[in-house]
């Protein structure tokens, strides 16, 4: 027998006041949670638009936006004079597990191309948050875009020990991961690395560059490995689509 986790919502209007989201979108994704935990089940009737209006605290023309959403994903059925009906549950689409333990990270994604939006190289690093390690003189700057299925879910931005580049392949910037790239060269021996992940809405930049909407959720994941010597060799910013991404964490 399969069970799932109903969370009853909170008594008086709902507070979409502290996020950046816009409120239909934040709206819409409170409505999926519902028909996929069977609160609203396959063919049983939703509130109406006025009434989502009152438990939420919105207009009703944001509820409509919301439900417009659900009704563009097949999600919901709505009929002149009867009401709005669930059609169906959301299909799951997280097609991108990203590992986070130190084997998976090297692991290529055969499945995925990289795309290479810019390559710079002698730059400095810039001031960045959460730094290990001691800087390297001069840094090779690199933009990457990930595809799967002919759709982008990834961007990366990367700084290499630029003392590193001639020991890097074009080949390599196009099919490895972060991580591996600097672990493959010779001579090169990892001994800390750190990950940070934290949630964020898309800005306009991220939104157009992984075709999703601005304030669409989106993970940032930020990587930073240091050499036997105590030298920063790399640092690495990605942000991960939230729509398709999971997130595996090894516990023992």
Known sequence: MSSSVHIKPTSGTVD??????????????????????????????????????????????????????????????????????????????????????????????????????????????PGLPYMIGKTAPLYRHLNRRHWREGSPFLLTELYIDERLSDRITRNDLETKTALRLVTDVPGVEIVDAQQTLTIRSADMDMAKALDIAINAPVALVYRRAVDQTGTTVLVAEGVYRGDVVRFDVKLR
């Open 16 to 125: 979409f006041g502290k996020s950046a989201v816009a409120r239909y979108i934040q709206l819409a994704t409170l409505f999926k949670r519902r028909i996929e935990s069977g609160q609203w089940a396959v063919g049983s009737q939703i509130p109406t638009v006025d009434e989502l209006a009152v438990e939420c605290g919105v207009a009703r023309a944001t509820i409509r936006q919301a439900l417009d959403q659900l009704e563009n994903e097949n999600l919901i059925e709505r009929f002149r004079a009867k009401g709005t009906f669930v059609r169906s549950r959301p299909q799951e689409e997280l097609w991108c597990a990203v590992a986070t333990d130190w084997s998976g990270l090297l692991r290529p994604s055969h499945d995925a191309r990289i795309e290479i939006l810019s390559d710079q190289r002698d730059r400095q690093l």
